[in-house]
């Protein structure tokens, strides 16, 4: 009886030393899983927390505009440009049309502008031709006498159209006679109404000293390159209106 009592005993022992076991590790595992949890770990094949997928960028293309990105415009090179235009010639741009030529027997008139030293063709109101003059070395003002260097104000006509090609003057500067000192022409301008007789020989000619354009430089009269002399005396005519202002 005491052996089979102390068997059973001894199986009982063993018994509740097991569910002590099985208890001790239950909590343990509890235990263990609360704190995993608590510390966001995710078991194999547990459900973690969603995240946001966050889309990529789009990628800014060719056609994006130089403004928007703040880089200053590329202009192009000179090269660049020169190649261009010879890729597409029609894209060059007009040449301005070449001066049309003065038309013989149109009634044109002359405007000469003292302080601007220029001298306009008029076709009406519109001017066809500007050139650089010289006027009288008195500079601007009325003529007043013979002998002052001053280019009268007024408007005149040419009353005489004289080949002057042969013509010589002395300028007083100790060179003597100059040749072709009034150019190829000289248009003559009816002054009398003004002078009354005290003095004459204003007129528009051409000069052998063409660095004088555009200074006060003459005795008086209006001095022209003279290739544009040549070019006026083709289509002045005896009464054309000369106007000459400060």
Not at 35 to 53: E, I, Q
Request: include cysteine; charge should be negative; glycine fraction near 14%.
């Amino acid at each position: 009886m005491d052996g089979k009592q102390k068997r059973t005993e001894k199986s009982q022992n063993h018994r509740r030393k097991g569910i002590m076991l099985g208890v001790c590790t239950l909590i343990f595992l509890g235990i263990l899983l609360t704190g995993c949890f608590a510390l966001g770990y995710k078991g194999v094949g547990a459900p973690g927390p969603t995240v946001p997928v966050k889309k990529p960028e789009p990628r800014q293309t060719e056609t994006v505009k130089k403004e928007a990105s703040g880089l200053p415009e590329q202009k192009e090179t000179p090269v660049e440009s020169f190649q261009k235009k010879h890729e597409n010639p029609q894209q060059t741009a007009p040449q301005p049309a070449a001066v049309q030529p003065l038309e013989q027997g149109k009634k044109y008139s002359i405007l000469i502008d003292k302080s601007d030293h220029k001298l306009y063709v008029k076709d009406g109101d519109t001017v066809v031709r500007t050139w650089g003059c010289a006027i009288g070395k008195g500079g601007l003002g009325q003529k007043e006498r013979r002998g002052d260097n001053m280019t009268p104000v007024g408007t005149f006509a040419i009353d005489e159209i004289d080949d002057a090609s042969g013509w010589t003057h002395d300028f007083g500067d100790g060179n003597g006679e100059i040749q072709g000192a009034y150019g190829p022409w000289f248009l003559s301008l009816d002054t009398e109404d003004l002078s009354q007789g005290n003095w004459d020989g204003i007129g528009i000619h051409g000069t052998h000293d063409p660095a004088s354009i555009g200074t006060d430089a003459s005795e008086g009269c209006v001095r022209l390159d003279n290739s544009h002399l040549r070019e006026l005396e083709k289509v002045a005519y005896v009464g054309m209106p000369v106007t000459i202002q400060d």
